[in-house]
C-alpha cells in the first residue's frame, strides 16, 4: 500500500479568488493524473502565523465539501499559544477530520502536553521534546496519542546532535506510539525506507522494531 497525506494550506483559497471547490478539484485531477494509484488523504493546513478570524474564514468553505480527512497546525511555535486556535479545531473535530499540530519540535515537554489537551489533537507532528519528561511521555502512552518524527529534519535543523542520540528511542521505549517521517523529501533529500535505514544503522532500533513503527505509520493513515 502506498498512502500519501497532504493538501493545502486554507490561505491558499486568497489565489484562487476563495473557491474551495475549485482548488480542491485541482488537486484531484492532479492525483487522478499523476498516481491515481497512490492512495490520497487530503488534508488541510493552517499557519501559526495567521489572525484565528482569517484562519476560520478561510477554513469553512473546505470544512462544507466534506472532502478532507485531517488537519495540521505548523510555523513557528512562539507566534501564538495553541489554545489560540481551539475555536478552528472544534470545527474541524465536528466535521470529522483528524487533528494533528506541529509542537514540540522547539519547544519543551510541557508544550506538547497543553497541545494535546487544548485543541484535543489526535496526532502531534514532531513532538520530540516529550522525551524530556517522563509523566508527559507516560500520558502520550495510554492516550495512545502518535508522534510522527522526522529524524534527519532534526539533525539538520540542529535539533539533535546526531542520529544515533535522537530521542526517537527514548519515547518509542516509553511506549509511545512513533513514525518515521521525511519531513520534506525535497528539502532534506530522505525517502521514508532512507530514514529507517539511517536509524538501523546508528543502532537505534533493530528489523522487528522498525517494521512495528512502519505498520504504525500505515495504521494511522487508514484509521
Same mark, same amino acid.
Given at each position: 500500500?502506498?498512502?500519501?497525506?497532504?493538501?493545502?494550506?486554507?490561505?491558499?483559497?486568497?489565489? #484562487?479568488?476563495?473557491?474551495?471547490?475549485?482548488?480542491?478539484?485541482?488537486?484531484?485531477? /492532479?492525483?487522478?493524473?499523476?498516481?491515481?494509484?497512490?492512495?490520497?488523504?487530503?488534508?488541510? $493546513?493552517?499557519?501559526?502565523?495567521?489572525? /484565528?478570524? &482569517?484562519?476560520?474564514?478561510?477554513?469553512?468553505? #473546505?470544512?462544507?465539501? $466534506?472532502?478532507?480527512?485531517?488537519?495540521?497546525?505548523?510555523? &513557528?511555535?512562539?507566534?501564538?499559544?495553541?489554545?489560540?486556535?481551539?475555536?478552528?479545531?472544534? *470545527?474541524?473535530?465536528?466535521?470529522?477530520?483528524?487533528?494533528?499540530?506541529?509542537?514540540?519540535?522547539?519547544? =519543551?515537554?510541557?508544550?506538547?502536553?497543553?497541545?494535546?489537551?487544548?485543541?484535543?489533537?489526535?496526532?502531534?507532528?514532531?513532538? /520530540?521534546?516529550?522525551?524530556?519528561?517522563?509523566?508527559?511521555?507516560?500520558?502520550?502512552? &495510554?492516550?495512545?496519542?502518535?508522534?510522527?518524527?522526522?529524524?534527519? $529534519? =532534526?539533525?539538520? *535543523?540542529?535539533?539533535?546532535? $546526531?542520529?544515533?542520540?535522537?530521542?526517537?528511542?527514548?519515547?518509542?521505549?516509553?511506549?509511545?506510539?512513533?513514525?518515521? =517521517?521525511?519531513?520534506?523529501?525535497?528539502?532534506?533529500?530522505?525517502?521514508?525506507?532512507?530514514?529507517?535505514?539511517?536509524?538501523?544503522?546508528?543502532?537505534?532500533?533493530?528489523? &522487528?522494531?522498525?517494521?512495528?513503527?512502519?505498520?504504525?505509520?500505515?495504521?494511522?493513515?487508514?484509521?
Amino acid at each position: 500500500m502506498t498512502c500519501l497525506e497532504t493538501g493545502e494550506d486554507v490561505w491558499t483559497i486568497t489565489l #484562487f479568488d476563495h473557491d474551495a471547490a475549485g482548488l480542491t478539484q485541482a488537486l484531484a485531477q /492532479i492525483h487522478a493524473r499523476v498516481a491515481p494509484e497512490v492512495e490520497w488523504i487530503p488534508q488541510l $493546513s493552517l499557519s501559526r502565523h495567521c489572525s /484565528i478570524g &482569517d484562519l476560520t474564514k478561510w477554513l469553512m468553505p #473546505f470544512l462544507d465539501l $466534506s472532502f478532507y480527512r485531517s488537519l495540521d497546525l505548523s510555523g &513557528d511555535e512562539a507566534v501564538q499559544p495553541i489554545g489560540t486556535f481551539k475555536p478552528v479545531y472544534r *470545527l474541524a473535530k465536528s466535521r470529522g477530520l483528524r487533528l494533528k499540530a506541529h509542537v514540540g519540535e522547539w519547544g =519543551n515537554a510541557d508544550s506538547v502536553w497543553r497541545a494535546v489537551e487544548e485543541p484535543e489533537l489526535d496526532e502531534v507532528q514532531h513532538g /520530540i521534546a516529550a522525551a524530556e519528561s517522563k509523566p508527559v511521555m507516560r500520558f502520550l502512552a &495510554d492516550n495512545r496519542i502518535r508522534l510522527n518524527i522526522c529524524p534527519t $529534519s =532534526n539533525l539538520m *535543523l540542529g535539533r539533535v546532535q $546526531s542520529i544515533a542520540e535522537h530521542p526517537i528511542r527514548t519515547l518509542f521505549g516509553a511506549g509511545v506510539i512513533v513514525t518515521v =517521517n521525511t519531513d520534506d523529501v525535497l528539502v532534506f533529500g530522505q525517502s521514508v525506507s532512507e530514514e529507517l535505514l539511517r536509524l538501523f544503522e546508528a543502532g537505534l532500533f533493530n528489523a &522487528d522494531e522498525l517494521e512495528q513503527i512502519r505498520l504504525a505509520g500505515l495504521a494511522g493513515l487508514t484509521e
